[in-house]
């Protein structure tokens, strides 16, 4: 009945079908969880899948395609690149360079350098290399229920176990401490009665564990892959003092949430954070592998010719499309729209919240946030049975969402930032049509 979905037979499709038997046969199965569908193309925030099928995407790829999908001129800017030039390893390209200094103009100004990589795990794992090596320390302060990727330095800072399990002893130095999830205080405190005493917690256990080496402290803005934790205000620029105080490295992972996620082109200017250093990754290319760490010069400048590369960094479709991608951002305003419609949305959200016994939390801010669905509002207990009915039946109704959360309870809410007004209603009308008839 809607004029942009439309799902046509119970899911998967006859073509999904045979695809997801033959693709299970032959590659890993060690993915996340889906709903049972195979894609075959998309266009801004709509996606069609090899039975015809369309739907409205509260994903973004994982938040990768910010501009939408096949953007036009990102498109473009790929297909004119890739006839010219596909791969220069550390020479320069006149794309690269007006890449590294576009990246210098938009980020914090203290921000002066760029190294140019290929994944956010390869630019966090960047960071904590400069950040050991710049001090002379070992020791890297890093948050429970982080995610900077899954390579050994990046994992063993992140505070979640799946990326860890089974591998052995992680990287030694690394101290985890808690991170402010309001939601669920630890400390037992309400949102109007916090005075940030997870930080003094943070701060104990920083001085009984650390044996004196302290090099730097990376953190998200957000918590993504923990279900979309967004700290109180003022805990960051808190957190950056402290760090300074200390004469550690401060590493923002804005891998996930820049690029106009937020609301802000960086999730840092909501509080005015002069990281040393920032990893940027994702929505930097929109659909290409493209990422950067950004820096201080004084600190980058601790390595030497030859000293760190990356055989795809500073690719040259990579960079035009990353280029374009800035384009794309100046001209339509994409950061003020995800702002404008991640407003309309949250409001939306917690009207729905109101009338779902299992809708326990609607977080966030511009277009990322997480829904975190419970057994009982009460309890607080979590239901990822409950989570996994919501990502089948909305793709059912025609909209694909996923799950994050350290108990695979939260829904992933994070469209392009190119979503209308009209596919934001159809699509929030969808999830509350999910929401208000699940069943326990």
């Given at each position: 009945m809607s004029r942009l979905t439309r799902v046509k037979d119970t899911l998967p499709g006859p073509k999904s079908r045979a695809l997801l038997d033959e693709w299970h046969n032959y590659e890993a199965n060690c993915v996340g969880y889906q709903a049972p569908l195979v894609w075959d193309y998309a266009e801004g925030c709509l996606v069609t899948d090899v039975d015809g099928n369309r739907y409205l995407d509260w994903t973004s790829g994982v938040l990768v395609t910010n501009v939408g999908h096949?953007?036009?001129?990102?498109?473009?800017?790929?297909?004119?690149?890739?006839?010219?030039?596909?791969?220069?390893?550390?020479?320069?390209?006149?794309?690269?360079?007006?890449?590294?200094?576009?990246?210098?103009?938009?980020?914090?100004?203290?921000?002066?350098?760029?190294?140019?990589l290929s994944t956010g795990s390869e630019a966090t794992e960047a960071a904590i290399r400069v950040a050991k090596r710049y001090t002379g320390n070992f020791e890297i302060i890093a948050f429970s229920g982080g995610f900077h990727g899954r390579t050994y330095a990046a994992a063993s800072a992140g505070g979640l176990p799946g990326p860890k399990k089974g591998y052995g002893p992680i990287m030694p130095g690394v101290i985890h401490v808690p991170y402010p999830y309001c939601y669920r205080c630890p400390l037992g405190?309400?949102?109007?009665?916090?005075?940030?005493?997870?930080?003094?917690?943070?701060?104990?256990?920083?001085?009984?564990?650390?044996?004196?080496?302290?090099?730097?402290?990376?953190?998200?803005?957000?918590?993504?892959?923990?279900?979309?934790?967004?700290?109180?205000?003022?805990?960051?620029?808190?957190?950056?003092?402290?760090?300074?105080?200390?004469?550690?490295v401060l590493i923002v992972d804005e891998v996930q949430s820049s690029y106009g996620r937020t609301g802000k082109m960086y999730a840092a200017e909501w509080e005015g954070?002069?990281?040393?250093?920032?990893?940027?990754?994702?929505?930097?290319?929109?659909?290409?592998?493209?990422?950067?760490?950004m820096s201080e010069a004084e600190v980058i400048g601790v390595l030497g010719p030859g000293e760190m590369s990356s055989t795809a960094g500073g690719n040259p479709v990579s960079c035009?499309?990353?280029?374009?991608?800035?384009?794309?951002?100046?001209?339509?305003?994409?950061?003020?729209?995800?702002?404008?419609?991640?407003?309309?949305?949250?409001?939306?959200?917690?009207?729905?919240?109101?009338?779902?016994?299992?809708?326990?939390?609607?977080?966030?801010?511009?277009?990322?946030?997480g829904l975190e669905i419970v057994r009982d509002k009460r309890t607080k207990e979590p239901a990822p049975d409950l989570t996994r009915q919501v990502i089948d039946r909305a793709a059912q109704n025609g909209l694909l969402v996923g799950s994050v959360g350290i108990f695979g309870s939260v829904i992933r809410v994070a469209p392009p930032l190119v979503i209308t007004a009209e596919e934001a209603h159809e699509s929030l009308d969808i999830m509350e049509h999910v929401l208000t008839n699940l069943a326990a």
């Open positions: 096949c953007h036009p001129r990102l498109v473009e800017a790929i297909r004119r690149q890739a006839g010219r030039l596909l791969n220069n390893y550390d020479f320069p390209t006149p794309e690269r360079v007006a890449l590294a200094k576009r990246m210098v103009e938009t980020t914090p100004p203290n921000l002066d350098r760029v190294f140019l405190k309400s949102c109007d009665a916090c005075a940030m005493e997870c930080f003094d917690v943070m701060e104990t256990i920083v001085k009984a564990a650390s044996t004196g080496s302290l090099a730097g402290v990376i953190v998200e803005p957000y918590q993504g892959a923990a279900g979309f934790i967004f700290p109180p205000d003022g805990y960051l620029k808190r957190l950056e003092t402290w760090a300074r105080e200390h004469d550690m954070l002069r990281p040393h250093l920032m990893a940027i990754g994702k929505g930097i290319g929109s659909g290409i592998p493209i990422s950067a760490l035009a499309a990353a280029l374009a991608v800035l384009e794309i951002f100046e001209q339509e305003n994409l950061v003020e729209n995800a702002a404008r419609m991640g407003a309309l949305m949250k409001a939306r959200l917690l009207e729905i919240q109101e009338k779902c016994p299992y809708l326990g939390d609607v977080r966030g801010r511009g277009l990322v946030m």
